[in-house]
């Protein structure tokens, strides 16, 4: 976890090269070479290679010798399962994939050519309980989920290289969670073309049990766990191997034409066994569980996936395709959605409408018609908060939240997240040390934020780091479930963005440290003066949204406005900067209820 919260701060640190490099990727997503790399069996020679290097990461990275004897036991079964050795005179096929491998691999791989290991123990899954995420309390784990499901899956194996493969790096699975995650699609492959249909119905019921645990989180209206989200992940990465492979059956098979009948590749065995295990998993559930992860690109194509299946009523769906163009900020999609509907738009519906387009006082006075005609429903009083801080009324805002928890004291945890966010926005840190006082078991990011600038207000320095570590340690699961696809890079913007905040809370506050402690004036004047510049570069690197860019500029405005509290600095002129600079976002983005608020 360290060395995953230390890769994140440097993510904040270089963001520009950051942005370039998933810029490139997706500008060089190449169908062809993407077939290339595509390993379509474990007999693929790149597919030996490939699992070869993983475990010697794994070897080098053991922080103990146990890890690393399992490591080195995986090495010496791979070797003799590939045949792979160091070229000899007398046979020159023998060292193939051996040069492959640079010096330093062939340095640990030579004394495992001849090496003894064995595995004493062997796994024991008679008790295990299916489906086995969150079945107890260590499935909840996404570690132990990963690799106590591989494990099992790989027992399942009946090609009988394929099991020997599995089976070498099993020992190693149980404390490697991204070697369980490099070889779970071969092994899932295996079972689904080589099964029992009571396997194969088993992975089906794990695969739903993950997407629907994600959905119900989602349902409750908190924060999806970083378990949730790498669960959910694995699946969609699994899945994605099997439509994969289908698509490079296809390819590889001989053309056909017209007259001649069926492509021999639909009538395959392993082929339609893949198609059948596939139709088992719901398309509608993937596009919820989708959604609840903010994988909103993935959700839409799963949804459409799901209205073209038969029997299915495009107008029945339609608030959900709302919402998703909604949450991708395409108000077109929303406006197109909205065109096409056929019966009267509920109240939700308008107000998605209303808000794609900008237009939230519109979108105020639906949210209040519905708070007045369903007053039991909390959801309606999260949109308005949200509604309202995004366009700049913190304090109708924290006088609406204040309002509502007197009515109706069970909704505190719910609402407080928004007081909260209401108030270091306002810079009223009275109210905001009351509220997270009240609310200590809240977690959310703008709750977060909240404890990081009352850290720094009150002088603890403990207190400050601690919370900053936390605070980015929640941004890993999200972004690092984004980052096992490739071409993630629009969904694992938002936790860019706030690795980004929280860099800039980080290095004003040591700024803040080093004012304090030096008597130097202009000295002062140079540090902030250097901070302003650093963050006027980065901000250019920001994508160009209101969305995205005013949660930056407002939290620049309350780290000032604290600073001037605590300091003898004047910066008013750079607090005035970043209204304007709000201003014109708004103006760009024809916000203009936004523009006047803010001006």
């Known amino acids: 976890m360290e060395s995953q919260s230390k890769e994140k701060e440097c993510v904040t640190i270089t963001p520009s090269i950051f942005d370039l490099h998933y810029r490139l990727e997706l500008l060089t997503n190449n169908p062809k070479e993407e077939r290339a790399k595509f390993h379509s069996s474990i007999e693929d020679d790149n597919f030996a290679v490939g699992l070869i290097n993983e475990v010697v990461k794994a070897f080098l990275a053991a922080p103990e010798s146990r890890m690393q004897d399992c490591a080195a036991y995986a090495l010496q079964e791979l070797l003799k399962i590939y045949h792979i050795s160091k070229p000899s005179d007398d046979d020159k096929t023998s060292g193939k994939l051996w040069t492959r491998f640079p010096e330093h691999v062939q340095q640990i791989l030579v004394p495992l050519l001849s090496s003894k290991y064995i595995v004493n123990k062997k796994s024991d899954f008679s008790q295990l309980t299916k489906p086995i995420y969150c079945s107890n309390e260590k499935t909840r784990k996404f570690q132990d989920w990963a690799n106590i499901w591989t494990s099992y899956l790989s027992s399942k194996v009946k090609n009988e290289k394929a099991h020997e493969v599995f089976q070498a790096c099993g020992a190693l699975i149980k404390h490697v969670v991204s070697l369980a995650l490099y070889i779970l699609p071969y092994v899932v492959l295996q079972v689904v073309v080589g099964g029992t249909q009571e396997e194969i119905v088993e992975i089906s019921e794990e695969i739903k049990e993950v997407l629907n645990q994600t959905r119900k989180t989602d349902n409750k209206?908190?924060?999806?766990?970083?378990?949730?989200?790498?669960?959910?992940?694995?699946?969609?990465?699994?899945?994605?191997?099997?439509?994969?492979?289908?698509?490079?059956?296809?390819?590889?098979?001989?053309?056909?034409?017209?007259?001649?009948?069926?492509?021999?590749?639909?009538?395959?065995?392993?082929?339609?066994?893949?198609?059948?295990?596939?139709?088992?998993?719901?398309?509608?559930?993937?596009?919820?569980?989708?959604?609840?992860?903010?994988?909103?690109?993935?959700?839409?194509?799963?949804?459409?996936?799901?209205?073209?299946?038969?029997?299915?009523?495009?107008?029945?769906?339609?608030?959900?395709?709302?919402?998703?163009?909604?949450?991708?900020?395409?108000?077109?999609?929303?406006?197109?959605?909205?065109?096409?509907?056929?019966?009267?738009?509920t109240v939700m519906e308008e107000i998605l409408a209303h808000e794609s387009l900008g237009h939230h006082h519109d979108s105020q006075a639906c949210y209040e018609k519905a708070i007045q005609s369903e007053a039991d429903d909390v959801t309606y009083h999260q949109g308005l908060l949200k509604s309202l801080l995004e366009i700049g009324q913190e304090t109708q805002a924290l006088l609406h939240a204040t309002g509502a928890i007197s009515e109706r004291p069970d909704w505190s945890s719910q609402l407080s997240s928004y007081m909260v966010e209401a108030a270091w926005k306002l810079g009223d840190w009275q109210k905001l040390e009351t509220f997270l006082e009240s609310n200590k078991s809240t977690q959310s990011w703008p709750v977060g934020i909240g404890k990081i600038?009352?850290?720094?207000?009150?002088?603890?320095?403990?207190?400050?780091?601690?919370?900053?570590?936390?605070?980015?340690?929640?941004?890993?699961?999200?972004?690092?479930?984004?980052?096992?696809?490739?071409?993630?890079?629009?969904?694992?913007?938002?936790?860019?963005?706030?690795?980004?905040?929280?860099?800039?809370?980080?290095?004003?506050?040591?700024?803040?440290?080093?004012?304090?402690?030096?008597?130097?004036?202009?000295?002062?004047?140079?540090?902030?003066?250097?901070?302003?510049?650093?963050?006027?570069?980065?901000?250019?690197?920001?994508?160009?949204?209101?969305?995205?860019?005013?949660?930056?500029?407002?939290?620049?405005?309350?780290?000032?406005?604290?600073?001037?509290?605590?300091?003898?600095?004047?910066?008013?002129?750079?607090?005035?900067?970043?209204?304007?600079?709000?201003?014109?976002?708004?103006?760009?983005?024809?916000?203009?209820?936004?523009?006047?608020?803010?001006?």
């Open 221 to 345: 209206n908190r924060p999806i766990s970083n378990s949730h989200h790498l669960s959910a992940q694995t699946v969609f990465s699994v899945l994605d191997y099997l439509v994969k492979w289908k698509r490079f059956q296809a390819q590889k098979a001989p053309v056909s034409y017209p007259g001649k009948g069926k492509p021999g590749y639909l009538t395959d065995p392993q082929y339609v066994a893949v198609t059948g295990f596939l139709e088992m998993i719901p398309q509608n559930l993937l596009a919820d569980a989708c959604h609840a992860c903010k994988a909103y690109t993935r959700a839409l194509m799963h949804l459409e996936h799901f209205l073209t299946s038969k029997g299915q009523n495009l107008q029945d769906h339609l608030d959900f395709m709302q919402k998703l163009y909604g949450d991708m900020d395409e108000p077109d999609g929303v406006y197109g959605v909205a065109s096409i509907r056929q019966a009267q738009p």
């Open 453 to 599: 600038l009352i850290g720094a207000k009150n002088k603890r320095e403990e207190q400050f780091v601690e919370q900053l570590r936390v605070v980015r340690c929640e941004q890993i699961g999200p972004l690092s479930a984004a980052s096992m696809e490739s071409g993630s890079y629009l969904r694992g913007y938002e936790y860019i963005v706030r690795l980004h905040m929280l860099n800039e809370i980080q290095e004003s506050c040591r700024c803040l440290l080093g004012i304090r402690n030096t008597e130097n004036e202009s000295e002062r004047t140079s540090t902030a003066e250097q901070l302003l510049r650093q963050w006027e570069t980065r901000f250019q690197t920001v994508q160009c949204s209101f969305r995205t860019q005013e949660p930056l500029l407002a939290l620049r405005r309350t780290l000032f406005t604290l600073v001037q509290r605590l300091t003898n600095l004047d910066l008013d002129q750079e607090i005035g900067r970043w209204w304007l600079s709000s201003a014109r976002i708004a103006r760009n983005c024809k916000l203009n209820v936004t523009l006047i608020k803010v001006l």
